[in-house]
């Protein structure tokens, strides 16, 4: 590195190994002469005398154990189908090679990014989210790893279901008593109009429902109009609203409870029913094939049915 460097070497045998030059900090791009160091003690070197300032500078050297040396990795989950990450079903799990422990899971955010910590040793990483092929990265930190810093960014492939391909479509979810659509939803129908572009001889079932609140009646019309801001958002972007089927299910096939088991409101349930979903109608036979995407575990309607789209 500098003028003058510390190299180490071992005896074995008798013999002395190949010199090897340390790493930073022990040398620099400075001449680092008169290295002192015993055995649990600090060691100290000095660099070159400087004319100009008239000063040597002398540094303390101090061991630390490099298996308890900290590496942050970090990074961002993204679907190749440009779905957006649901935290709520994606998981990054740390798993030690050498003893085969799991060391950590991982949380995920909602916007796809994580962090989590590491020191030297063997790793697994495993990438999970409900819908997608699991991913699996491994790390191989060495003891002496100068990095402060991982950067980890897995890609997840859409699960294959039987033949063709597999899409994954989320549900546009409302407000209670609206059909009007917020930022979520529509980077919900972005994603829903590039599958269209892709498939351009696709046609669409757009069914409204809503939550148990209200008459049967009024909560049809709503349900109509929840369906038709879904297909005018479509037709205003350039979409041909032939390849739409509407259909308005109202207060029926709610997949979440709207109450709890003694009688009262539960207002995160009624949240998942008040949705418009989306089904793939089967040109030869007419025959629409829906799709639930997923309703936390604990809020299900019993017997609620969970479909998937495949195209062949």
Do not use: C
């Not at 015993?38 to 154990?65: L, M």
């Not at 590496?71 to 679907?79: F, K, R």
């Not at 546009?172 to 994603?191: C, R």
């Not at 148990?212 to 038709?228: I, P």
């Amino acid at each position: 590195m500098g003028g003058y460097d510390v190299f180490r070497s071992q005896k074995r045998g008798g013999v002395w190994t190949q010199p090897v030059g340390m790493p930073y900090a022990f040398n620099t791009v400075q001449e680092n002469s008169n290295f002192i160091l015993n055995n649990n003690t600090p060691g100290f070197v000095a660099s070159r005398f400087d004319e100009k300032t008239n000063e040597r500078n002398i540094f303390a050297i101090v061991a630390i154990d490099p298996a308890d040396e900290i590496t942050t990795a970090s990074g961002t989950i993204s679907l190749e189908d440009g779905m957006n990450v649901d935290p709520k079903i994606s998981l990054i799990t740390l798993k030690n090679l050498k003893t085969g422990e799991i060391i950590q899971n991982i949380p995920v955010k909602s916007d796809g990014t994580f962090t989590f910590d590491i020191k030297p040793g063997d790793y697994e990483v495993y990438i999970s989210h409900d819908g997608y092929n699991t991913d699996t990265i491994t790390l191989n930190l060495p003891l002496y790893y100068t990095g402060s810093y991982l950067a980890i960014n897995p890609s997840l492939s859409p699960e294959k279901v039987f033949a063709g391909d597999f899409l994954s479509i989320q549900n546009v979810l409302f407000d209670f008593d609206k059909y009007d659509l917020n930022n979520e939803a529509k980077q919900t129908l972005e994603v829903l109009k590039n599958i269209l572009i892709t498939y351009p001889d696709l046609t669409i079932e757009v069914a409204g429902y809503t939550d148990s609140k209200g008459s049967t009646e009024y909560n049809r019309r709503l349900a109509d109009k929840r369906a038709q801001a879904v297909i005018d958002y479509f037709t205003k972007t350039g979409i041909e609203g032939g390849k739409f089927l509407k259909k308005a299910f109202g207060e029926s096939n709610f997949v979440a409870v709207n109450s709890n088991p003694d009688g009262s409101d539960n207002p995160e349930g009624r949240k998942y029913n008040r949705r418009v979903t989306f089904g793939i109608v089967n040109p030869g036979t007419g025959v629409v094939i829906r799709h639930e995407v997923y309703t936390p575990r604990h809020l299900r309607q019993p017997g609620a049915i969970k479909y998937s789209i495949v195209l062949k």
